[in-house]
Antibody
Framework: QVQLVESGGGVVQPGRSLRLSCVAS????????MHWVRQSPGKGLEWVAI????????YYADSVKGRFTISRDNSMDTLYLQMSSPRPDDTAIYYC??????????????WGRGTMVTVS | DIQMTQSPSTLSASVGDRVTITCRAS??????LAWYQQRPGKAPNLLIY???ILESGVPSRFSGSGSGTEFTLTISSLQPDDFATYYC?????????FGQGTRVEIK
């Protein structure tokens, strides 16, 4: 069963760090670029970051650039999001998501259930 | 960044109604458009990709169309499970953006 499971969310003070994890199962994790997407309470979806299949290329939304770092460990089938210097407006549910085909430009076909981060 | 604008923001409809949601992009997407459904408390679920291709397992009452900068999602006969929020998304550029969402509620 293809699955993504996030963890690591919680309450964090502004300026402190937090690391989110996303464990993949049921597919060849190392073949797929992976994304983080977030959703503030009662709001829409905002793309956060992408990492290439091998971790060599990373892109970020302007809102998190320089503060968040996306990474992956293909030996552990795990995606990470290091949140440094979080702000109250980073409060959101954070989802990891897989691209439908193992290329960079495609829709997101598998989503985790999300992990809630509250910056306060 | 490419801006995505959906309309309407909220839509009231009854079971059996035909429903259409519009999504406009600030520049041409060359077919790189997807639609998602999100039920309350759940993660988004991919419905359609490449404008009109139905994801596996999605009921055939959902369809997508459009080109360039204007796209539509149509539900041919609304079912109770379809009351949810729908998002369009562009994946043409390295800054994936979503529309603000259209909430489909019971009339």
């Amino acid at each position: 069963q293809v699955q993504l499971v996030e963890s690591g969310g919680g309450v964090v003070q502004p300026g402190r760090s937090l690391r989110l994890s996303c464990v993949a199962s049921g597919f060849t994790f190392s073949s797929y670029p992976m994304h983080w997407v977030r959703q503030s309470p009662g709001k829409g979806l905002e793309w956060v970051a992408i990492v290439s299949y091998d971790g060599s290329n990373k892109y970020y939304a302007d809102s998190v650039k320089g503060r968040f770092t996306i990474s992956r460990d293909n030996s552990m089938d795990t995606l990470y999001l290091q949140m440094s210097s979080p702000r109250p407006d980073d409060t959101a549910i954070y989802y990891c998501a897989r691209i439908r085909a193992p290329t960079t430009g495609d829709a997101f076909d598998i989503w985790g259930r999300g992990t809630m981060v509250t910056v306060s | 960044d490419i801006q995505m604008t959906q309309s309407p923001s909220t839509l009231s409809a009854s079971v059996g109604d035909r429903v259409t949601i519009t999504c406009r992009a600030s520049q041409s997407l060359s077919g790189s458009l997807a639609w998602y459904q999100q039920r309350p408390g759940k993660a988004p679920n991919l419905l359609i990709y490449k404008v009109s291709i139905l994801e596996s397992g999605v009921p055939s009452r959902f369809s997508g169309s459009g080109s360039g900068t204007e796209f539509t999602l149509t539900i041919s006969s609304l079912q109770p499970d379809d009351f949810a929020t729908y998002y369009c998304q562009q994946y043409k550029t390295y800054s994936w953006t979503f529309g603000q969402g259209t909430r489909v509620e019971i009339k």
